[in-house]
């Protein structure tokens, strides 16, 4: 069935979006999703965190910047190389304290080029797991990144593309996807900034771009009654987040979004003006009292224009880089270049004026279901965010987990690795007996394809996320945050 609303819904206007929540409805009280997210049993739970107290903070040489990009060939081998599936990593021996502990440890890159190297504390491992990362392997092999149809979404819509949850997604300059976590903090995949043993070349400058609205006023008069369409259009837009709502976290997601907002409006206005027109010249009116009608309803259509809105992509500074020292190869490591530690933060030089999502950890009492990212794919977007940015936004199910990757066949292209992956859960329900409020909150973040050995050795490949757990939360907390009394807690 939900093949079939897929069909019927892919290439409607947002003027059907009756007719997609009505299906989603129907597949929700049949119970079509199963053991979905909609579950009561499954919600956002509070979990303690491992302290992580920084030791020691030592300066670095200068960086080179010779890392290889990922379209490069080289990074592309890299990539293609086969993991080391669940299975295979239960026959490795467990990684002990200090090697997590080094793991756990980071660079801090500034925009001046100067690096810093700081050792981390690890307490409370008894409430971490210990099981070991999952390296790479030889095997190099050919990329494949779309499954069968190609599932994604292109968010083409002004309203969509630059309101939650689709805002929080942004774009690195590098060439990646990233997503925000707060006013000014950026998540986004380590291999966008560092090819495990150099930073790359675009690490010098890197910025990061975001859709926003730009309003342009156009060539009419002064509008009349601006408070009062306001308070209509504040109406309406809270009417489309609500629909918003239940579409993207329902299943019923359209292949494009394109909006016809206004259009109705406009027209019903400009049929008036005419009507008008023609009410005069019927009650015996001459052609100029029919040219001053028709002159007057198309002097109404202008002013009631005012002024619109468009989408521009602005590009921000970042002031500093964080990157787990479990992605960074040493001579010391024998984990180097892991892709559980595929992940970086990025702290922007100001405070953006746009609607972050919160970090999270994924409740462990319950499988993963469906996990949702949006990105900036190559295949839908110009390089270097020139010309119509769109976000491509998709949702699958996790069709294998460890504690630090999830594997999965959502489809994506070059330039939506490190999009943030989340969820959509329940609060925890309140004293009051209320069932609790819908969140949504970031659980990892896309790293991109890899070849999995899986059990009997058979090789697989995934489109693989890094998964955000317990130590991981607690040192991007740190990070963000630097002081260990704030995250004691998740």
């Known amino acids: 069935m939900g093949v079939l609303i897929y069909f019927i819904c892919s290439g409607m206007a947002l003027t059907h979006l009756k007719c997609v929540l009505l299906c989603v409805a129907a597949l929700s009280a049949s119970g079509v999703f199963g053991n979905s997210e909609s579950n009561e049993v499954h919600r956002w739970t509070r979990q303690s965190l491992p302290e992580l107290v920084a030791t020691r903070t030592a300066l670095l040489r200068t960086p080179l910047f010779t890392g290889k990009e990922e379209e490069k060939e080289e990074l592309e081998r890299r990539a293609a190389k086969m993991l080391c599936g669940i299975e295979c990593q239960s026959t490795l021996p467990p990684v002990d304290q200090t090697e997590q502990e080094r793991n756990l440890g980071y660079e801090t890159l500034y925009e001046n080029g100067t690096r810093t190297h700081t050792d981390m504390s690890l307490q409370g491992i008894n409430k971490m797991s210990t099981r070991p990362p999952a390296h790479s392997t030889g095997l190099p092999r050919r990329k494949r990144q779309v499954y069968g149809a190609d599932g994604r979404f292109v968010i083409s819509d002004s309203h969509f593309i630059t309101n939650y949850p689709f805002s929080a997604a942004v774009r690195i300059s590098t060439g990646c996807s990233g997503v925000l976590i707060s006013s000014k903090h950026v998540l986004t995949a380590a291999h966008c900034i560092h090819d495990g043993r150099d930073y790359l070349e675009g690490a010098r400058k890197v910025r990061v771009g975001l859709l926003q609205l730009k309003t342009t006023r156009g060539s009419g008069g002064r509008r009349r009654g601006g408070r009062r369409r306001q308070g209509r259009k504040g109406g309406a837009e809270k009417g489309e987040k609500e629909r918003e709502e239940k579409l993207m976290d329902g299943g019923g997601e359209m292949n494009s979004l394109v909006g016809e907002r206004g259009r109705k409006g406009v027209e019903g206005r400009r049929r008036r003006g005419r009507k008008r027109a023609e009410e005069g010249t019927a009650d015996g009116g001459d052609k100029k009292s029919e040219r001053r009608g028709r002159r007057k309803g198309l002097n109404r259509v202008r002013r009631s224009t005012g002024a619109t809105q468009e989408p521009v992509f602005r590009w921000t500074r970042v002031k500093q880089t964080k990157i787990p020292k479990g992605w960074i190869h040493t001579q010391n490591s024998t984990n180097s270049l892991s892709p559980d530690y595929d992940y970086a933060l990025l702290e922007l030089k100001r405070p953006v004026k746009q609607k972050h999502m919160e970090l999270g950890v994924a409740p462990s009492t319950a499988p993963l279901t469906r996990i949702h990212f949006s990105g900036y794919d190559a295949d839908k977007n110009l ?28 489809d994506a292209q070059t330039g939506a690795t490190g999009a943030g992956v989340y969820i959509r859960l329940r609060q925890e329900a309140g004293h009051t007996g209320s069932k609790g409020k819908w969140k949504r909150r970031v659980i990892g973040v896309f790293s991109g394809h890899h070849w999995v050995k899986v059990e009997g050795g058979e090789q697989r490949d995934f489109n693989v996320a890094v998964r955000i757990t317990p130590p991981k939360y607690a040192q991007i907390c740190h990070w963000i945050h630097g002081d260990p009394s704030l995250c004691k807690e998740v």
Request: glycine fraction near 8%; aromatic fraction near 10%.
């Open 383 to 410: 390089p270097d965010g020139i010309g119509d940015e769109r976000v491509v936004y998709r949702f699958c199910s996790v069709a294998k987990e460890s504690d630090d990757l999830m594997y999965q066949h959502c």
